[in-house]
């Protein structure tokens, strides 16, 4: 897609890597679902998530048909990371708590500004508004973030005991986040419930 920076008008694709939690579940025609979000992603992206979570007060404004733009993701199930995303968040190690958490707080810091506050980040589950400006962007964006507005990927989540279920209930609990995809609960069987 169109860079993002201006200074990017020239340049060219970057390689990129996908990264998939070894829980991963992928959806149907991942790979073709794929395939179309690189052909939206900004060329200059750093980073896309194709499966996660976040905080129902954590909007995702809409940047195009496929993508949007996360104020805070967590639980990472797959995402695409470029070269200089890599590159971008070698600089900023060291990594302080689990990584997709530490991912997570590189999008929120993106939005700890007037850009923020006016989208309603820690307020509300839907932007209070549309996009900023492509020149406003390049401002807000120090970590290039999208994701996926309908996800690629879910996580499975693995049940075989009652002591399992218990100590994963959690999840169960976690009321203020919203899931993408579908969560996949299987038995001790591996048959999903």
């Known amino acids: 897609g169109a860079p993002l920076l201006h ?36 060329r200059d992206f750093h980073f896309c998530s194709l499966g996660y979570s976040r905080p129902k007060a954590a909007p995702m404004v809409e940047y ?10 967590w639980y990472l ?10 590159r971008h968040l070698i600089k900023s190690l060291p990594a302080v708590g689990p990584v997709d958490s ?49 996800p690629l990927c879910a996580q499975k989540v693995g049940i075989t005991s009652a002591s399992a279920l218990t100590r994963s209930g959690w999840r169960n609990r976690d009321t203020d986040i919203t899931y993408s995809g579908v969560v996949t609960k299987y038995n001790s069987k591996g048959k999903s419930t």
């Open 7 to 42: 200074e990017n008008e020239d340049m060219d694709p970057v390689p990129v890597c996908v990264i998939l939690e070894d829980d991963a579940v992928l959806n149907d025609r991942f790979a073709e679902r794929l395939a179309s979000l690189l052909e939206e992603l900004p």
């Open 64 to 73: 195009s048909t496929h993508l949007g733009i996360p104020s805070c993701l």
């Open 77 to 86: 199930t797959g995402y695409v990371l470029s070269l200089e995303g890599a």
């Open 102 to 150: 530490w991912i997570g707080l590189k999008m929120c810091s993106n939005w700890d500004n007037k850009y923020g506050e006016w989208m309603g980040v820690g307020n509300f589950s839907k932007a209070k508004s549309k996009l900023p400006s492509r020149k406003d962007l390049a401002k807000i964006m120090k970590f290039r973030a999208f994701a996926a507005l309908i």
